[in-house]
């Protein structure tokens, strides 16, 4: 975009005296009822939400009846709500879960891939030979929570991640109502793995996400699950990222306090249940360490972290660069737009 409309450097990278990078974006701080908060940059400009709105595509999960009828865990329904590092407790989460409706990790229909967020897991599956599959996907978990929707109600289970079939019908008017959108006419894209996503105004995105998180004027059985899966994410935030994963540590120093999901190309999203406030952000650049550092500037900004929260957290806060002897050289850091 022109330099005069480009949304404002949020981010910036130094080295020595001197900003050396910056990442521009663009964040929706929205009440229950809609009014924005705070913002900053185009907020009204739709953006392919990705991963990020995991826990609302895991609502009918539990609105369906799904969730009490395979008698989901905590563990199980935040790994619903995961983009997970595909290390062991999260593999046999998922493979338990679907041997226990009786289906095998072949009804996956996400994709494999090598685990991508923990190192450990990745170096012991090359040395035992082993091969990824559709479990290892950091969606799989997802995916199991929509296979279960499908198969508590008798309807199909191929074909599950195309727009068309009811799972996926029922998430988006799930994200119509949340967002108080029509998604009809949005632009569709499929996400990386293969089920569709919807372009939302991070305005509309962060609306449905500070009803996710304060959902009493929701309908009771929408305000049940949303509570119910807030729930279950707070008492297993491991499940929905992983070691040393930024949601993971967040939730794990922030308790019910702050839920907040990753999605791709720098998009993050996060409920304030306290404060009935959503938060919905994009960096432009698509960095995961801009989306990361920007949204927890937000969250000091508000005061949903404060500094004995700021203190555990560490690196969040501030991310130092070091050299490869270990000296530090320079800090990415929030810009004095974001600072408190």
């Not at 990790?105 to 994709?111: F, M, R, T, V």
């Not at 068309?164 to 959108?181: N, S």
């Not at 996710?212 to 009771?220: E, K, N, T, V």
Request: glycine share 10%.
């Amino acid at each position: 975009m022109p330099e005069d409309t480009a949304n404002p450097v949020l981010i910036e990278v130094t080295r020595g005296d001197m900003v050396e990078s910056t990442h521009r974006g663009r964040v929706a701080v929205v009440d229950t009822a809609g009014k924005v908060a705070l913002h900053w940059g185009d907020i009204e400009s739709r953006v392919y939400p990705r991963s990020a709105i995991k826990a609302i595509q895991a609502l009918p999960l539990v609105e369906s009846g799904a969730a009490d009828a395979f008698r989901l865990s905590n563990k199980e329904l935040a790994i619903a709500c995961a983009s997970h590092s595909g290390e062991p407790r999260h593999i046999a989460t998922v493979r338990t879960w679907l041997d226990r409706m009786g289906l095998s990790e072949s009804d996956l229909k996400c994709g494999p891939h090598w685990p991508r967020h923990h190192q450990q897991t990745l170096h012991d599956m090359i040395r035992a030979g082993e091969t990824p599959g559709d479990a290892h996907n950091n969606c799989s978990g997802k995916h199991t929570g929509m296979l279960a929707t499908a198969h508590h109600l008798g309807e199909p289970l191929s074909g599950y991640t195309k727009p068309t079939h009811p799972v996926q019908q029922r998430i988006l008017g799930t994200l119509e109502a949340l967002c108080g959108l029509g998604l009809s006419d949005a632009p569709r894209g499929t996400d990386g793995c293969s089920v569709p996503t919807w372009g939302i105004p991070l305005s509309n995105m962060a609306l449905a996400f500070a009803r996710l998180g304060a959902p009493d004027d929701l309908p009771p059985v929408r305000a049940g699950a949303a509570k119910r899966i807030r729930k279950a994410v707070a008492a297993e935030p491991f499940m929905v990222a992983g070691t040393d994963r930024y949601c993971t540590t967040l939730m794990d120093v922030a308790g019910d306090t702050v839920f907040v999901k990753t999605g791709a190309e720098g998009v993050f999203c996060a409920a304030l249940p306290e404060y009935g406030l959503g938060i919905a952000l994009k960096c432009d650049d698509g960095a995961t360490r801009g989306s990361q550092l920007m949204l927890t500037a937000v969250l000091r900004r508000i005061g949903a972290i404060d500094e004995d929260m700021a203190a555990q957290l560490d690196t969040l806060v501030t991310i130092p660069l070091n050299n490869c002897n270990g000296a530090l050289v320079g800090m990415v850091r929030p810009s004095t737009l974001l600072s408190f």
